[in-house]
């Protein structure tokens, strides 16, 4: 989160690390404030299925004692046994929509709503692709490991005269590419609401002093929220998610020889694979 870029915090003190080593450890148990089920179309099915689930943990203020911060915000995904073969022919990334902001201005976006972040680069996921493709690393946290997890990973740094809303979502894209079916566009399929309010000491390492993050609820994918992210994307400074399109319907397509168990127990194998 670097603060004059964007709302992620990219060089944090040393402290930071070692009292959330523990929690974003790739396969750590996760405190979750909510569960939140990932459902989507997949070629074979007559209904949608529960691909995986979504483990939201909110920051502890009592940061010391290594259980986090109070402005660390985590979305942690994890698959559906049944599903986790997806994970070949599919990324499930992030993205992040400010809704607006509450207090002083922080110069971080031209207007709300808006992709956060929204001056990085031309995309508008929550990370960039260095970070999710090339290094898969949110400074030294593993972001996504195949047929197991992916996470997004925020703890805003911000003083106490500025604060934001959220809502952040967990999208689909084919796997190593940051389009979907070969167009600039990707599925939305789960999210949630939160919001962060700053302290006055936020530039400090004592970690408590780094504002609060809040759960708000979870969303439901419906026309209300299309259009937020609709408008989002057309707020972007110099049109820079213009060709962007968000979808909230797509039938995933496993990779051939996949085998993905129907609710009957019997085998699909599907004929085409999407790259």
């Known amino acids: ?18 009292a959330l080593a523990i929690l974003l450890a790739a396969g750590a148990a996760h405190a ?23 483990a939201v ?8 004692k290594g259980e986090g911060h109070a402005s660390f915000m985590n979305g942690y995904f ?14 499930f990334n992030w ?29 508008p996921h ?47 894209q084919d796997h190593n590419k940051f389009v979907l079916d070969g167009k600039k566009q990707f599925l939305v399929m789960a999210g949630w609401e939160w919001n962060y309010q700053g302290d006055d000491k936020f530039d400090g390492d004592e970690l408590p002093n780094n504002g609060v993050s809040t759960f708000g609820k979870e969303v439901t994918v419906n026309k209300t929220v299309m259009d937020l992210i609709a408008e989002a994307l057309k707020n972007g400074k110099d049109d820079r998610f213009k060709d962007w399109t968000a979808l909230d319907s797509f039938t995933m397509v496993p990779a051939p020889g996949s085998a993905i168990l129907t609710g009957f127990g019997s085998l699909l194998i599907v004929s085409r694979r999407r790259r």
């Open 57 to 64: 943990e909110v920051g502890k203020k009592d940061g010391k």
């Open 78 to 91: 994890t698959f559906a046994d049944a599903f986790k073969k997806l994970d070949d022919t599919y990324d």
């Open 126 to 172: 929550y990370y960039t692709e260095a970070e999710w493709i090339t290094n898969n690393k949110f400074g030294d946290r593993t972001l996504h490991e195949d047929r197991k997890f992916s996470q997004f990973i925020d703890f805003p740094k911000q003083p106490k005269e500025r604060g934001f809303d959220f809502t952040t979502f967990l999208i689909l």
């Open 32 to 54: 979750a404030a909510t569960d939140i089920k990932v459902t989507g179309k997949i070629k074979g099915f007559d209904k949608a299925q529960q691909v995986g689930t979504i």
């Open 1 to 18: 989160m670097a603060f004059e870029k964007s709302m992620r915090n990219r060089s944090l003190p040393a402290s930071f690390a070692s």
């Open 95 to 123: 993205i992040n929509v400010v809704r607006k902001e509450t207090g002083e201005a922080s110069g971080l976006f031209s207007k709300t709503p808006n992709m956060d972040p929204e001056s990085e680069d031309t995309n």
